[in-house]
């Protein structure tokens, strides 16, 4: 499997789990936040890196909704993949295609869709912060306190 054919299944997989493929993204949207992953192609090798970001509505006083902006942009949260699924992402290292789609199946079943969960609602946001599964930004902190 090469990065393009990757990209298709990654996209078929998200979708699949109820990501929405918009402006080249992958977008989950609810009434307190927006989640958007992110294939971003590296300059040093062939691989991805996913980059993973959590926009809060009414944070600083915006309003978000899906667009190319929010692609590019960084969130008000930002993470990539855990590192035991970095070689899902790494065409430079030798995988067959089945165990790849696999695993991509199981870096959505046992992260993304949890971290999801709880990344839509503000609790769930407080709550990875609180069990360290996420580092807020000390303004980004100031306003969930608030």
């Not at 090798?45 to 809060?56: A, C, F, H, T």
């Not at 430079?92 to 609602?121: C, W």
Request: aromatic content about 14%; hydrophobic content about 35%; charged content about 30%.
């Amino acid at each position: 499997m090469n990065s393009k054919e990757f990209k298709k299944t990654f996209s078929k997989t998200a979708q699949d789990h109820g990501f929405e493929d918009v402006f080249g993204a992958w977008f989950k949207v609810s009434t307190e936040s927006i989640v958007v992953l992110e294939l971003q192609k590296s300059n040093f090798g062939d691989y991805y890196e996913m980059n993973i970001k959590v926009y809060i509505q009414g944070i600083f006083g915006t309003s978000y909704s899906k667009s190319k902006e929010l692609v590019r942009d960084t969130g008000d949260i930002f993470i990539r993949q855990p590192a035991e699924y970095k070689s899902v992402f790494d065409f430079d290292e030798l995988m067959e295609d089945e165990k790849r789609k696999g695993k991509l199946e199981q870096l959505f079943s046992e992260f993304i869709i949890p971290f999801t969960g709880k990344a839509l609602s503000k609790s769930g946001i407080k709550e990875l912060a609180e069990k360290g599964e996420i580092t807020l930004l000390p303004a980004v902190k100031d306003e969930l306190i608030c």
